[in-house]
């Protein structure tokens, strides 16, 4: 069994923006874009992390251990574990 597609005529073509399937490869883009975004903020946030003094690195680790060990207790509430 064969299935033939018939194309519209010139005059129905579909704009460039209107394609069916069109919105995956915008998403897929937007996404492709935050992703390389957060990469740069990352790496900026380990130069910046990497050239403070031994003992901001170490307050800033204790807080973030704090912080971490605050919404793990958190989320054991939520879910009685």
Known sequence: MT???RTPPAEQQ???DDRPGNDVS?????A???GVLGGLVAAA???VFQRLPEDQKGRLQ????????ERIGEIRRNFNV
């Open 14 to 16: 579909w704009p460039a």
């Open 32 to 34: 492709l874009l935050v």
């Open 62 to 69: 204790s807080q973030a251990k704090q912080l971490l060990q």
């Open 3 to 5: 299935e033939t597609y």
């Open 45 to 47: 946030g380990y130069l």
């Open 26 to 30: 915008n998403e897929a883009g937007k």
